[in-house]
């Protein structure tokens, strides 16, 4: 069964109806949990018009699920996709797809500010005899030269993170399709309501749905999406790795679409005012957030997204010490390394993600021990904002 955007055109609209159908099991409202690892036959007939495609059913839990297919069925509305296809998790996802795009004596090229353990997974590919090449979002010149003739696909974010760099898809497709080369994107920070990189020509986007998507943190899933025929290919895959989501998480999930519109729409507000009383703050010498002019990429968000997202890094003036300080002074944010739900999240990157490395490493890709990384969540934009006043004040 293939996706389409079901005709409709608003994003909350889309978000709560995308990909459901309009009359449910026993005319409920909300789509039911298909809580079953098998499904059964009437005849044998049925079980071949099933594997002939003439019939929609089930065959077993591993190869797909009803609440499963409504969830991908919308995320693959919101991103005007073909198709979606589930995971348990984000990084199951991005390696599930990589498996299954890449072999031995291949070569892929990924940005060096793309999530920390994508980049330490394709690091781990040249064991299987395929090499990566890491270069500096944006830079074009960079990207040509890391071409090989063995090179089959660029692996980036957009935005990236931390450090919130928006690459310029339609140059980069274009870039790509004269090489002949596969692009991926993870727009998990960008969301569906903000950026769909398949619009400008992008090959598959994937999502942390366990972020925005589910928006509550209280599930983890990933997801892929793109034209049918390259899903469909992964999806083989998944089906020999068991690489599965449950229907329970898939109704968190759906659950959680439905307002994403929403809540993407008040996290790209307040972190806008967020963003801009910082870079005005005497004790904040730099802040990263591409709905600011300032920012090095402004021009190409502001062309290519509706909004600029929720996530914000910043840097506090002075030492480790200070930065380590304030952050401990704000009461509204919870320490924690995630995004994308509806609680506000701070995390310093150089303790929490980056503690392993030494600090020539982490300055080598602008993680310093000033960097703080302030996730919003749905609060009162104003008393967020108070809260991180008090803070600077108390350092």
Do not use: W
Not at 6 to 21: A, I, L
Not at 200 to 225: E, P, Q, R
Request: include cysteine.
């Amino acid at each position: 069964m293939k996706n389409t955007n079901d005709g409709f055109t608003g994003e909350s609209t889309r978000s709560v109806h995308g990909g459901e159908e309009r009359n449910k099991f026993a005319q409920s409202l909300i789509n039911p949990i298909a809580q079953t690892a098998t499904f059964t036959f009437n005849n044998l007939e049925e079980f071949e018009a099933f594997k002939s495609g003439e019939k929609n059913l089930y065959e077993y839990g591993r190869y797909g699920n009803p609440t499963q297919r409504v969830a991908e069925c919308k995320i693959a509305s919101l991103e005007n996709a073909e198709e979606a296809l589930l995971f348990p998790s984000g990084m199951s996802a991005i390696t599930s797809v990589l498996y299954a795009m890449l072999r031995g004596g291949q070569h892929l090229i990924i940005t060096e500010d793309c999530y920390r353990m994508t980049a330490k997974f394709c690091r781990t590919l040249a064991k299987f005899g395929i090499e990566t090449t890491l270069v500096k979002p944006g830079d074009m010149g960079a990207l040509a030269e890391a071409v090989r003739p063995e090179t089959r696909l660029i692996f980036t974010e957009s935005p990236t993170n931390p450090h919130l760099h928006v690459l310029d898809l339609e140059k980069l497709v274009a870039f790509a399709k004269e090489r002949r080369l596969k692009v991926l994107i993870d727009s998990t920070l960008a969301t569906p309501i903000n950026q769909r990189p398949l619009d400008f020509g992008v090959d598959l986007v994937i999502h942390s749905a366990t972020k925005y998507m589910g928006g509550h943190n209280d599930l983890m899933a990933g997801v892929v999406c793109g034209k049918g025929a390259l899903i469909d290919a992964i999806r083989e895959y998944q089906r020999i790795t068991g690489s599965v989501v449950d229907p329970n998480t898939s109704y968190l999930l759906i659950r959680g679409l439905k307002t994403l519109a929403l809540r993407v729409a008040r996290q790209n507000d307040t972190a806008t005012k967020i963003a801009q009383f910082l870079e005005e703050h005497p004790k904040v010498t730099e802040v990263y957030y591409p709905g600011l002019e300032s920012h090095v990429d402004h021009e190409v968000a502001k062309a290519q997204m509706s909004g600029f997202g929720g996530l914000i890094s910043f840097e506090v003036e002075g030492n480790l010490e200070r930065t380590r300080d304030f952050v401990h002074r704000l009461s509204l944010p919870y320490l924690a390394p995630s995004l994308g739900g509806v609680e506000t999240l701070v995390s310093h990157p150089a303790t929490v993600s980056y503690y392993d490395l030494s600090p020539e490493e982490r300055l080598s890709i602008g993680i310093t021990d000033q960097l703080v990384r302030y996730a919003v969540g749905i609060e009162d934009a104003q008393e967020l904002v108070d809260d991180i006043e008090q803070a600077l004040a108390g350092i």
